[in-house]
């Protein structure tokens, strides 16, 4: 199952019509599960889905493309404070 | 073996940068400066995981607190090799310890002082350990070669410990207006110890770790190299640096400052730094508690009945 995307409707059994609509007209769907967007719990912390027991966080490779990343963007929002 | 002409050949050799190994004769001043140099080196890889310690069960995310505890292991790991070759020139072990925890030999500033916020930790472990590493590049060339062949090692260890406190004061500084103030407050209160760090400068003619070549920089040439890499990495993330008399001369590239508080220095590092007595009550309660193990470990085996 992946996310196709979101819809608008006043009521489930409309929803289920339009998420066909959008997401299986041309049969490129096998399976739509519609759901309201409040029923969904999403999970997203890095500590729970990705701990890193690879050890990285104990070499360079760790930190090497972080720091590069975070570095470039200091340095645009410096940039961008300049008078 | 102390006729002044063997002493005489050997401070040639050592000036001239030929090197001295683990067992080979040494007069006893050279001895003495090593082991003191040493020491003094190994009771600061033992009490700078003090301040950091305090941050483990603090971190913000799991990733941070792994990595400050692999740090803190990294450090003591260090402070053992340390003074495993200060042992090897005639002080025992467990008379460094007592020394050290009696108040009789002393350890860098920067760990007589306390951490305020998760900031400290990024502050320490970028540039106290930048600040340290600028040494500890330099020793990797001392005429005593154990010494230098523990500090290759330690300068690698040391290295990651540095891209680890880079990481939490970038994640900070580009986080919220909160956080980057928090860094700004942490830096302007470490700037002074970083910049008492490397000492005073000393008169290159009188300084015998200098002339027989056990450390190869003078305190000034370590501060001008530490400013010279760290000021501009520091300002261009938008931090600022708290001594408005700090400057390169453009022509020399020297760099110019407020001269240090060089008595804050003594005071400091003879104990009367704001957590010196604190942190070394722990490390008495921490040797006394683990008594046990040492007297296990290291006792005679007792025949079964």
Redesign the interface.
Known sequence: MQHAGNLLAPDPELASHYAREFYGRRQESVRLWVVPRAAIRDVDD??LLQ??LDRS????VG??A??KR??A???A??AG?QP | MNDSAHVEAFYRHVASGGKVDVGEWMPDDYRTAVRRFVEMHANSELMGVLPEREWILRAPTLKRKLALTAKVQDEVGHAQLLYRVAEDLGKPREAMLADLLAGRTKFHNVFHYPTRSWADVGIIAWLVDAAAIVAQQALRESSYAPYARTMKKICWEESVHIMHGRDVVLTMVNGTSEQRAMVQEALNRWWGPLMQMHGPPTEPAKDRDLAWRIKNKDNDTLRQEFLSTYVPRIREIGLELPDPELRQDPGSGRWHYTEPDWKELYAVVTGHGPKSQERLAFRRLNYEQTRWVRETVLSEPKVAA
């Open positions: 890095p500590d701990p890193p966080f104990k070499k360079p930190y090497s972080e720091i975070k570095l963007a200091a340095r929002r410096v404070e």
